[in-house]
Nanobody, 123 residues
Framework: QVQLAESGGGLVQAGGSLRLSCAASGRTFSTMSMGWFRQAPGKEREFVAGINWSSVGTYADSVKGRFTISRDNAKNTVYLQMNSLKPEDTAVYYC?????????????????WGQGTQVTVSS
């Protein structure tokens, strides 16, 4: 069993930056694909960014060029650096992990989810 814990959310003005962290328990972290998803009020959960075991990142079009996903296998942690934040980035951000993720954008392929961290961007 793997447990995921997000941190780093908060309130920031438009144009600002935040870095989210997701710490994973367990010894299988280095072989897992990790993803960040978000859900805004009244909207469906959507893919934000993902990173595979070899640290290749994939991004939603809406965050390309602004967000960067990275991982530190020694610390069992995945990060999401968010720059040039916009009010439409406001959402609860969830970290997810999975061992057999064929399509990194598909949330249903992930086995483990964190509790989420709120990101609010004011205009």
């Amino acid at each position: 069993q793997v447990q995921l814990a997000e941190s780093g959310g908060g309130l920031v003005q438009a144009g600002g930056s935040l870095r989210l962290s997701c710490a994973a328990s367990g010894r299988t972290f280095s072989t897992m694909s990790m993803g960040w998803f978000r859900q805004a009020p009244g909207k469906e959960r959507e893919f934000v960014a993902g990173i595979n075991w070899s640290s290749v990142g994939t991004y939603a079009d809406s965050v390309k060029g602004r967000f960067t996903i990275s991982r530190d296998n020694a610390k069992n942690t995945v990060y999401l650096q968010m720059n040039s934040l916009k009010p439409e980035d406001t959402a609860v951000y969830y970290c997810a992990g999975g061992g057999l993720v064929a399509t990194i954008q598909r949330g249903v392929e992930y086995d483990y989810w964190g509790q989420g961290t709120q990101v609010t961007v004011s205009s």
